[in-house]
Each structure stands twice: as structure tokens, then as C-alpha cells.
């Protein structure tokens, strides 16, 4: 395998990191401010992504289906806080996992009936299609090179909110100690609901940004929402920063797993026996990884004790 | 908080993802009181639905069509886990009484249905899937298959690359019984060298890594089978990785329930069927034409096998009754039926023998994208299972 091929792989995985992330970051951040565990957040970053398609389909540009994906989701978000999830804070985890997940069915068959049970259309804009060279003559998608940016902006503006802000304040003192920001004047049902719209429109931006290189069609965020709860809870529950170690962490192992463990194999193993064994143990990795580190740190790479 | 919930967090975060590993299920059930009850079990949610849904709407047309009341047809959703497959088909022939199973789109799906289903006295008629496994040594009287034997597809492919001057191919498939089926499909006809063969994961969604694969290699063209979903994410980000070797494939990696959200990246590609919609026949095209009236699109190939197999059910029933086995077996070997293909007979092991054309994608003047036939590329073929089977009729 040669270095090029490599340091391709290694930024496939990276990219694929940072989608998670834009995923992982509004899934832990609502857990970690409300404590509560939303299986409806895949159906969110569908949402966005066929927001996306339905805007891009009308408009023909690719940046106002972005900020419609943003928005819907947002939308979307803030009146599922408002009608169900409000209802659930105080509840049991089983109830709210339980409460979530009827959502997924609600939204998946509304969408099935708005658009069909055919995949959308959305492609990349024009002006990122095909490829940009690097240094050292590397061909790499101009797409992804701008998900690859656009992820570790969005991991900036989150860790500035957070860490700067009055309002990353109050979230921040919401995770240590609900009742006392209560105590102190804040309004704390304004501060969830904004939680949980901002997590929403992260998911919702993933789904558009994901949909321009893949299939749009119902059903596409429940795979991404599995490997979203590996990232947290390899990263930590609700840690921001675990949340994008993890992310990215996942993404390479999954990426280069897939490319590196076959051609291992093959070094001792005939060619398709190694293909299979190797593209097997590859989709187990991520899994491996996540027990190897729930094995010696039991709360996650981030996550407080 | 966290701290004090983290065990009952670990619990509710593996119900979580047992949840959303298990969607729900959706039942739409039609048809009248008869004497032969079919169970339509097929993919209608979740990735994969829109050929599960082509299957049924082209299946019930042809019932319809048919005329036939004494025809009864429940529909249900496999998800397409075979956990739930095998559920539901339990649930068909015990408690809904079928006489008949089919629908079913992915391999894997009908290798845990089928042979239960066989076992226990029912037919099983595949609009679809077509395993290596059912067609050689396990092969049952009570299993036909109206679409293909999974490799036929393949082997056309393997025959047109050879035409198109394809010396070294790029090779890969989803890893399941279906994709490895695929890739000794084309070995079988192909005769260049394979550059490099690769297994993904089954429902992937990201081929960044394959493609920089691709573009690592020295081969000079792909073949590659991804039905549904994995399709058009391929073809998306192939379109925009840069390589521009060759694609060809079977026609489930470009077909109509894909070509709409595929758009010009799929245009000029050859691909591989037994069935094209412009197909030269009056059976065809009146197929075709009645499927547009009915559900507003063009039919894909997958609809086209449920119609198939409708036909094949109907003009069984008018010849013999399901519960005398033998004779309602015997009435399905002769498919008396015009098939939208044109010639179709089945062989020994109850697969067809059939013809299988090379499509090529083009666009219309209206701007939909649809496969045109341009040539048959394996004649009156069968396949290479059909010595295994120990069925003598």
C-alpha cells in the first residue's frame, strides 16, 4: 500500500469522522445538559437531508437547502421538545427510549407518505464537484475536503459557545446542577428547548451534507444514530470533546480497518478468503474498539467519573 | 447525575440501540376470500423498500389483472432482517394459512425463509432472490425461482465486459450470500484479470475507501453490484472522486428505482438484465404501459419479476388447485404463461432458462433517466447449479 493511498484513506476517515461528529455532538449535548436519550435524533438528520433535497429540487441552490436542512430540523426539534419530550426529563431512561423511539416510526412513515418510498435526488453544487490536488500530489474530493471543514468549524463555534458565551454558561451549569441554575432566575425550559433545537440542526445539517453523496430515502439515519451512541459512549456521555475524539477516533478505525485488515489477511491467506475474513473482522472493529476502551475507562475516553 | 445513572444509562442506551435495530412493522392486507391465499412478505421500509414496493405493485397488478377472485394476496414487511422475515413467514403459514410464499428481495432474507417454508409443505416462488444454495444440491420441489439464479446478472455482466475490452477489473460487491454470488457470477464469464476484489459492508453508505482503492489499482474498468441505497451512493461519489474507468454491472446497481436519484452520474453506463421496459415484445409493452396508468412511474425490473410471478401464479391456479401439491406443482413447472421477457422456461431445478440483454442508461427527452436494450449478451442460459440438483421432472 503506498503512502498516497494511505494519507487518502486517513482523511476518508477523518471525513467520515466529522460527520459523526456534527451527529454525536447534538446527541450528547442533549444528554448531557437534560440527561435524556433520543432515539429520534436519526430522524432528525433525515429530516435535514430531505429538507435538503425537496429545497435543492425547487431552488437549484445548494446553500439555501443547507439553511433549510438547519432550519427544518430546527423546527422539527423545538415542537417535538415542546409536545413530547418535555414530558420525559423527569422520566425513566427506558420511557424516554421507549417514548423516542415511536417517534422514529411517526416520522419515518410521514415522510414515507410526503415523498415516497423512492430515494430523493440531491446532488453535490456545482462549484465543489471533482477533485482538488495536494501537496504531495494527492487527488482528493473537493466535497469532502469542505465536510472535512465545515465539521471542524462547526466543533469551533461549539467549543467558543460553550466555553465563551453566557449562554454556553447556563448550559454548562445545567449539566453540573439543574435546580440551582433554576434557583437562580434561569429560565431553564427556554435553555432546553434552545438545547435541543441546536442539536437538532446539527443533525439536521449532517443528513443535508451526507445526502449530497449519498442515497436520501427513509430509514437512512438509523445506521448513523448506532454508530452515533458508539461515539458517545466511547467519548464519554456528554462531553463535547469526547464526543469528537470519539468521532474521529471511529472514523479511522472504521476506514482504515476496512482497507488495511484485508490486505493484512492476505499477506498469510489466499486472496478472496482474505477478502471475506478481513471485510468481516473490519465491520466488527468499531465495536471492538468500544469495549476495548469501556474495559479500562468505564465512563469513556472524556467522561466524568 | 450522570455518575449516579451511568449503570441504568448503559442499560437504556443497549435497549436503545436493540430499538432501533428492530423497527417497527407496517401490515397492509387486500384481497378477497378464495381458495388460494398467497403471502406477499417483501422489503417495504427502511433502505431497500422502494424495490420491495416494486416487487408488490407489479405482483398485485398482474393478480388483478388476472381477473382471478379466487385469489388472495396479504402483504407484509420483512425490514429486511431476516429475524423478522422468519417471524412473519411463521406467522403466514400458521395463523394466515398461505397457501404460497413470495416476495422476498435479498438472499440472505430468503435463505432463512425459504427452506422453512418448503419444509412445511408451502411453495416459496422467488421474484427475486436467487441463491446459489437453493439451486444446486439444495434445490426443492416446492422452491421456483421466476427472476434469475443470483450469478445470471453477473455472468452477462462478465460477457459484456470482455466486449467492451476490459483486461483488468476492479471487482467488488456487499459481503452476503447475494454479493458473493455476484463476484463468481463474473469470474465465471469474465476473462481478463481481476485487479483487486472487494467485500463491503452489507448497507454502506460511504465508498470514500474503495474509491481511492479504485484509484490505487491498474485496473481498467469496475465491476461492481450494489442494489438499492449502496448503489446510488456509489455512483454519486464515484461520479465526483475523479476515476473514470469504465463501470458495468449488473442492472440492480442502475436500475429504475435508482436512476432518480442517481441523475446524469449513472448516463451511458452498460449494465445487464434479463428485461429491459423498451423490450421488443407486445407482453412487454403492454406491462408497461399498464403499470404507468396504475402507479405513475416506469417499471423496474424487480417490478417486472412480481408481474412475472403473478402471471406464473395465475395461470397455475387456472389449471389446478394448491391443495392437490402435485398437480398445482406440475401446473407451475410448464409456465404457461407469456412472460414479459419473452422466451422463459424453467429448467431442472425449477430456475429459469432465459435470455439476459445489455441495457444501456440513457436519458430522454423529457429528462428521465431509463434503461434502453441494445443487445442480448448470454443466450437461452443457464445456470451452472442446475447439474447439482437432484430434481428429475
Known sequence: ?305 | MISKNAKRTVKALGAATALALSLGQVAVADGHAGKLKVGMLTTLTGGGAGLGVDIRDGFLLAIEQSGNAGIEVVVEDDQRKPDIAVQVADKMIQSEKVDILTGIVFSNLALAVAPSATAQGKFYISPNAGPAQLAGRGCHENYFNVAWQNDGPHEAAGATANKMGIKKAFIWAPNYPAGQDALTGFKRTFEGEVAQEVFTKLGQTDYAAEIAQMRASDADGIFFFAPGGMGISFLKQYADSGVDLPLVGPAFSFDQTILPAVGAAAEGVLNTAQWAPDLDNDASRAFVESFKEAYGRIPSIYAQQGFDTGLLIASAATKADVKDADAFRAALREADFTSTRGDFKFGNNQHPIQDFWVRKVIQLDDGTFINTAVEVALEDRQDVYATECALDW
Not at chain 1, 423516542?100 to 453535490?124: H, Q, V, Y
Open chain 1, 1 to 305: 500500500m503506498s503512502t498516497i493511498l494511505l494519507i487518502e484513506q486517513i482523511l476518508n476517515g477523518l471525513q467520515f469522522g466529522v460527520m459523526l461528529f456534527l451527529m454525536a455532538a447534538g446527541l450528547t449535548l442533549i444528554f448531557g445538559v437534560m440527561g435524556l436519550i433520543n432515539l429520534a435524533h436519526g430522524s432528525l438528520y433525515m429530516i435535514g437531508a430531505f429538507a435538503a433535497a425537496a429545497v435543492a429540487g425547487w431552488s437549484g441552490n445548494f446553500l439555501l437547502a443547507l439553511i433549510a436542512s438547519l432550519i427544518a430540523a430546527a423546527i422539527f426539534g423545538v415542537i417535538v421538545e415542546m409536545t413530547v419530550i418535555r414530558r420525559l426529563y423527569k422520566r425513566d431512561h427506558l420511557d424516554q427510549v421507549l417514548a423516542t423511539f415511536a417517534l422514529i416510526l411517526i416520522f419515518s412513515e410521514a415522510t414515507r407518505w410526503t415523498f415516497g418510498s423512492f430515494p430523493l435526488f440531491l446532488d453535490i453544487p456545482a462549484v465543489l464537484k471533482g477533485t482538488v490536488i495536494l501537496p504531495g500530489g494527492i487527488e482528493y474530493s473537493l466535497y469532502r475536503l469542505t465536510i472535512i471543514l465545515i465539521g471542524l468549524a462547526v466543533a469551533l463555534g461549539l467549543y467558543l459557545l460553550i466555553s465563551k458565551t453566557r449562554v454556553g454558561m447556563r448550559i454548562r451549569a445545567g449539566e453540573n446542577d439543574r435546580e440551582m441554575i433554576g434557583a437562580l432566575g434561569v429560565d431553564i425550559s427556554v435553555l432546553y428547548t434552545m438545547v435541543f433545537a441546536l442539536g437538532a440542526a446539527l443533525a439536521g445539517l449532517s443528513g443535508a451534507l451526507v445526502g449530497a453523496i449519498q442515497s436520501v430515502e427513509v430509514g437512512m439515519g438509523e445506521p448513523v444514530l448506532i454508530l452515533a451512541f458508539v461515539v458517545i459512549v466511547i467519548g464519554g456521555i456528554g462531553s463535547i470533546r469526547g464526543a469528537l475524539a470519539g468521532a474521529i477516533l471511529v472514523g479511522l478505525t472504521d476506514t482504515l480497518g476496512r482497507t488495511l485488515l484485508p490486505v493484512l489477511f492476505s499477506s498469510f491467506m489466499d486472496g478472496s478468503a482474505a477478502t471475506t475474513v478481513g471485510s468481516a473482522l473490519a465491520s466488527m472493529l468499531i465495536y471492538i474498539l468500544m469495549a476495548g476502551v469501556l474495559i479500562f475507562k468505564p465512563t469513556g475516553l472524556f467522561g466524568s467519573a
